[in-house]
């Protein structure tokens, strides 16, 4: 049973991953077909991301009212059209115009999919839950992302788009077949808006998320595009070298409930955000070769998968009654984070250079350390020697 509730929520961040991701490796060849520089192809991100802060906003109580399957369902088939749209679009504008439909499905799967962890399990299984929901984002990079790389290769970069195409589909077909989950009666778009920022925990909460998002999304944006003109590497070796970190991130975030078991979990979030900028520094300006930057990149990773898994965690807890609304508040930080994250690191690469870049997202990261250190845990307890394991059904 529990693998069943969880597998939709899975797959509809992992769909959300997989429409963001698919940019990384495509960059620099985007930006030669429509002679744009890469701050200007990674502009759609942005729009991706302005969107999805929008719609995320106002879907959030929607998801406390009608259940999670509805929206994950929604959320799929956005996806798809967004990436038949992207692969067709013959100018940049277009390219511009298929991101607002992928970022409306992204607001979509990604809150529903976080906010269908306190549907679906409770007590110690959430955090548990969480682990996977959150490491599963990771799948879009393992899997997704050598084929992404391969088909930009062998065919064309509009080809890879089939890649989160068929992951949307797949999101699809989950949220129409997810089991009904407890509808909490979420009120209207206002209402979900003031019950976050009226809680001063909880808007301290998201704004340590939005923080956070803004540094970690400057780094994944142009990691690709670093190794290509860092390393002359072709887009393929790109598409196998991005996915490492990923494997780290989802073996992490998978046992992370762990760590929260053992160790205070404000403490250990703030010390993985400050983990992860300490760690991007060295990534962005010391490459004596490959296999160094790609082990610091796994080490940003394992940091990223503790502070994401266990501060998700800790965002449900704010809210307990509107599990939707925070959710949909977490959605909207993150995207907004990645509007200012790819924006702002376009800029900085453009006029400073990648080095530079690196010391911009260590401030970032440790801004977001000290924050968390504010934010309330209605569930902290004494830390356990060993954590009772979910067993799933």
Do not use: K
């Amino acid at each position: 049973m529990h693998r069943r509730r969880l597998l939709p929520l899975v797959l509809a961040t992992a769909a959300t991953q997989a429409s963001i991701v698919v940019l990384a490796p495509l960059l620099v060849e985007i930006g030669r077909e429509f002679d744009a520089s890469l701050g200007e192809v990674g502009l759609a991100r942005s729009v991706l991301a302005g969107t999805a802060v929008a719609v995320s906003l106002a879907i959030g109580p929607l998801i406390d009212r009608i259940g999670v399957g509805p929206l994950i369902a929604v959320g799929g088939a956005l996806a798809m059209a967004g990436a038949g749209i992207s692969a067709a679009a013959p100018t940049l504008p277009v390219f511009y115009l298929a991101s607002l439909v992928t970022g409306a499905g992204v607001a979509c799967t990604l809150s529903a999919g976080f906010a269908g962890v306190a549907t679906y399990f409770s007590g110690a299984r959430v955090e548990w839950a969480m682990g996977w929901v959150v490491g599963s984002q990771a799948a879009a990079w393992i899997v997704g992302t050598p084929v992404i790389g391969f088909l930009a290769e062998e065919g064309s970069w509009r080809l890879s788009f089939a890649v989160p195409a068929a992951i949307g589909a797949l999101a699809l077909v989950a949220g129409l077949l997810a089991p009904p989950g407890q509808a909490l009666g979420g009120g209207g778009f206002r209402d979900g808006l003031t019950q976050v920022f009226r809680e001063p925990s909880a808007r301290r909460w998201t704004i340590a998320e939005l923080v956070a998002y803004s540094a970690w999304t400057a780094e994944i944006t142009y990691a690709g595009a670093f190794y290509i003109e860092t390393y002359d590497l072709g887009e393929g070796t790109v598409g196998l070298l991005l996915p490492i970190g990923s494997v780290v991130f989802l073996v992490t975030s998978t046992n992370t409930h762990r760590l929260t078991a053992r160790y205070p979990r404000r403490p250990l979030i703030a010390l993985a955000a400050f983990g992860m900028g300490l760690a991007i520094v060295p990534v962005l300006n010391w490459t004596p070769a490959v296999a160094v930057t790609v082990l610091l990149i796994c080490a940003t990773a394992f940091f990223a998968a503790v502070r994401s898994a266990g501060s998700s965690a800790l965002g449900l807890a704010q809210l307990p009654e509107s599990p939707g609304g925070m959710m949909g508040a977490r959605t909207a930080s993150a995207q907004l984070g990645y509007v200012l994250g790819a924006a702002g690191g376009g800029l900085v690469i453009e006029l400073l250079g990648f080095g530079a870049l690196g010391f911009v997202l260590f401030a970032g990261m440790g801004l977001s350390a000290l924050l968390v250190l504010r934010v309330a845990d209605p569930h902290a307890r004494v830390p356990a020697r060993r954590l009772p394991e979910p067993v799933p059904d």
